[in-house]
């Protein structure tokens, strides 16, 4: 149980264009969602918390017309990489913890790895 | 805000062996959870452990074991019978408890490289 998907898990773009990044939770509701970001050979760091019914809580340097979420359901939260450019270019990650059991862990799903031309 | 400290980028280990990879974090909170993830090659975050912070016992799982000080704030991984299958990238996060007022995201590390040689 607790299976978290993410789609696409590779997409490669133009500059300029948008970008949706799709995380659901396959088994479970959740609440709230996370989005990370992870350049090469560094750290996960956090971007954003997807909350369902209310605006994403974005964290300090995020540009939030930038990197558009919504959370319209308690499935399924996305983002949206607005005109994208090269330096865009990551793997996004995001992770969903069961709504209403604190202790539980959070799942992730496999990434999307964005490479943008 | 909170941080997490890992001073290892790489570690190796003979298979078979044991190793223990380092992690230190800093906070105001008292009751918070710690976790170490693996993720190898595919990129896919695998949990390997969590320690909540208001348990003494140090957690384990089957070869992980953390060695958990609360006042140092240090949270240790040791593999036991290193294997093959444990190389890897493993980091360290944080997440203090749920307050009721918000969740909040996990706070890693920068990781720590484990190179298994056979």
């Known amino acids: 149980g607790a299976v978290v998907s993410q789609h696409p898990s590779w997409v490669i773009c133009k500059s300029g264009t948008s970008v949706k990044i799709e995380c659901r939770s396959l088994d479970f509701q959740a609440t709230t969602m996370f989005w990370y970001r992870q350049f090469p050979k560094q750290s996960l760091m956090l971007m954003a918390t997807s909350n369902e019914g209310s605006k994403a809580t974005y964290e300090q340097g995020v540009e939030k017309d930038k990197f558009l979420i919504n959370h319209a359901s308690l499935t399924l939260s996305t983002l949206t990489v607005t005109s994208a450019h090269p330096e865009d270019s990551s793997f996004y990650i995001c992770s969903a913890r069961k709504t209403g059991v604190s202790n539980q862990p959070q799942h992730f799903g496999d990434g999307t790895r964005l490479s943008i031309l | 805000a909170q941080t997490v400290t890992q001073s290892q980028p790489e570690m190796s280990v003979q298979e078979a062996e044991t190793v223990t990879l380092s992690c230190t974090y800093d906070t105001s909170e008292s009751d918070y959870y710690l976790f170490w993830y693996k993720q190898p090659p595919s990129r896919q975050m695998i949990l390997v452990i969590r320690q909540e912070a208001y348990k003494q016992q140090n957690a384990t799982e089957n070869r992980f074991s953390v060695n958990f000080q609360k006042a140092a704030k240090s949270f240790s991984l040791k593999i036991s019978d290193s294997q ?35």
Do not use: E, V, W
Request: aromatic share 14%; hydrophobic share 35%.
């Open chain 2, 84 to 118: 093959l299958g444990d190389a890897a990238m493993y980091f360290c996060a944080y997440r203090r408890a749920y307050s009721g007022g918000g969740a909040d995201g996990l706070t890693f590390g920068k990781g720590t490289h484990l190179i298994i040689q056979p």
